[in-house]
């Protein structure tokens, strides 16, 4: 069975740090890309970053740009999200999720999606 | 950014309707477009992706459709577990966007 367990989350203050991790199994991690997505209380979903197979190709949103960095480890079928001066606004649920590809370019869309972690940035 | 629209916000409805719901990108995405179902408390779910195409498992009462920059997704006879929000994305830049999320209640 495909799955993805994150952890990490927790109660954090304004400017601090926070490493969230992403365990999967069930596949051939090294194989997928991954992605970081957000959603605050109530909200909508907003995508946080990607990282390719191999970390050849990164990407964040504008949002979090500078303060967070994705990386993985394909022998640990880990994902990573290490975020720094959290902010207010960082307050959400992560949850990482597995790209699927449609064979062309830019057909991809996210399956599964994990549990998801909460983050809760407050003084 | 691609900016993804969905229409309506929420809607009521009842067991047994058909229900639309639309998704306007800002920009043509071709068919690069995805849907998700959320129920409360849970992770979101693929339901269709490439616009039009039903993933593995999910009923076939589910149905998806358009290209360039509308589209829509169709319940044809909602069911009691089809109570929930739906989000469209796009992923044909990779700055992902979604939209803002339909929440599709009962009546």
């Known amino acids: 069975e495909v799955q993805l367990v994150e952890s990490g989350g927790g109660l954090v203050k304004p400017g601090g740090s926070l490493r969230l991790s992403c365990a999967a199994s069930?596949?051939?991690?090294?194989?997928?890309?991954m992605n970081w997505v957000r959603q605050a209380p109530g909200k909508g979903l907003e995508w946080v970053s990607s990282?390719?197979?191999?970390?050849?190709?990164?990407y964040y949103a504008d949002s979090v740009k500078g303060r967070f960095t994705i990386s993985r480890d394909n022998a640990k079928n880990s994902l990573y999200l290490q975020m720094n001066s959290l902010r207010a606004e960082d307050t959400a649920v992560y949850y990482c999720?597995?790209?699927?590809?449609?064979?062309?370019?830019?057909?991809?869309?996210?399956?599964?999606w994990g549990q998801g972690t909460l983050v809760t940035v407050s003084s | 950014d691609i900016q993804m629209t969905q229409s309506p916000s929420s809607l009521s409805a009842s067991v047994g309707d058909r229900v639309t719901i639309t998704c306007r990108a800002s920009?043509?995405?071709?068919?690069?477009l995805n849907w998700y179902q959320q129920k409360p408390g849970k992770a979101p779910k693929l339901l269709i992706y490439a616009a039009s195409s039903l993933q593995s498992g999910v009923p076939s009462r589910f149905s998806g459709s358009g290209s360039g920059t509308d589209f829509t997704l169709t319940i044809s006879s909602l069911q009691p577990e089809d109570f929930a929000t739906y989000y469209c994305?796009?992923?044909?830049?990779?700055?992902?966007?979604f939209g803002q999320g339909t929440r599709l209640e009962i009546k």
């Open positions: 990282i390719s197979s191999s970390s050849s190709y990164i």
């Open positions: 994305q796009q992923s044909y830049s990779t700055s992902i966007t």
């Open positions: 999720a597995r790209v699927v590809l449609g064979g062309y370019a830019p057909a991809n869309w996210f399956d599964p």
């Open positions: 920009q043509s995405i071709s068919s690069y």
């Open positions: 069930g596949f051939t991690f090294s194989s997928y890309s």
